[in-house]
Structures are given as C-alpha cells and as structure tokens.
C-alpha cells in the first residue's frame, strides 16, 4: 500500500518569511495530492490540492509543488502570517476513479508563526 | 448548509459505560471513515465504509464498532469504554470516485475518567 512520509515534524518561522513543508509517498500509481490545514481544536480543512497532470499549483499564498520522477511534492506558504499557524498533512491518493480508494495521510507538520 | 455534523463535541464518561458517538452527513457522500487522533497528532484511520451496509476496520486497531444502516449516518459505538480510549474522534466523507478530498465533522473530544 501506500506509504507518506512528511517533513519537518515541527516548523517556527518569523512572521513574513516562508514556509515549505515536503511530502514522500510510495506508490507510483497515487495521482492526487490534497494538503489539509488544522487550528488549533478545529477540523482539518482542504486547503489545497495537485494532481499528477500538473506540476504546480498556486493559491494566493500558498502553492504546491509536484515531482513524480523523484515521488515528492510539498507547501510553499509566502510571506507567513500568525493565521498560519496550524498542523498541516499531505496526503496521496491513487486515481483516476477513486472509488474504493483512500487518502493515505503524512503524520503532520506544527507551524509556529513567531510575531 | 450542507456539511458533517458530530455530536457530542465533547463528552466525558466514566470507564465501562457503553457510548456512541455520532456523525451524519447532508452531503449525499458514499464513503465515510472514522479517525482517532490526538490533539495536533497523526490522524488514524480505524473505520470506513463505501455504502450502506459496508464497514471495514482502518489501519489502527480498534475497539469500536461501527454500523451504515443508511448514507447519510455512520455512528461509532464503544461497548466497554476505558481510560486508553480517551482521544480525539473525527469524521469523514467523500464521494464515490468523483469528488476526491475529504470533508472533516469538527470530532467529538472523549474522556475516560
């Protein structure tokens, strides 16, 4: 099955610099590739999604990158603000029909905003 | 609004007490699943279906249960409940091959006291 490891566990980063957390996943044949924000005692929330056929995706802020030869993809987040503050996880799926598929989560990353 | 609804969000419960916690949906989704996480922790996967009358157990090992007797309904029910249970419990959904990410209930937080 498929296997996501994420990187760092832990992130602190001034307020205004970047943010970049990176995903590895397994399985050649996964396609979709969602990233999910939590707050703190909140549910976690689609924030951004790539699929295979692309290899970049931006979204104000935040953008995501794609490399299927090397299996990786990660979050680019600009000019940080305390609001992102949160754990993130990727997360890889096989496709193009999902149907009896599931996501297979990364473990998380904490991001700390510092003011 | 369309949406995933968990009750209680919070619920504290002495040990060996029988609970059930809910989730529904209004989303018209096929598949749901249960995850246990602790707070800001890895999210574990310890129940899903794919449709009505379809249960199957996660990647976690679990003690619950759970039941799909229709779409829309996926309760989680501990028999015997005990201290090691204390964990968060959140919800999910998604379409059947066409929608591709997940929506999340807000989880409820259980305690065994």
Known sequence: GENVEQHPSTLSVQEGDSAVIKCTYSDSASNYFPWYKQELGKRPQLIIDIRSNVGEKKDQRIAVTLNKTAKHFSLHITETQPEDSAVYFCAAVRGPNFGNEKLTFGTGTRLTIIP | ?113
């Not at chain 2, 009750?7 to 609970?19: A, S």
């Not at chain 2, 602790?38 to 009358?53: A, F, K, Q, R, T």
């Open chain 2, 1 to 113: 609004e369309a949406d995933i609804y968990q009750t209680p969000r919070y619920l504290v419960i002495g040990t060996g007490k029988k609970i059930t916690l809910e989730c529904s949906q209004t989303m018209g989704h096929d598949k749901m699943y249960w995850y246990q996480q602790d707070p800001g922790m890895e999210l574990h996967l310890i129940h899903y279906s794919y449709g009505v009358n379809s249960t199957e157990k996660g990647d976690l090992s679990s003690e619950s249960t759970v039941s799909r007797i229709r779409t829309e309904h996926f309760p989680l029910t501990l028999e015997s409940a005990r201290p090691s249970h204390t964990s968060q419990y959140l919800c999910a959904s998604s379409d059947l091959g066409t929608n591709y990410g997940y929506t999340f209930g807000s989880g409820t937080r259980l305690t065994v006291v």
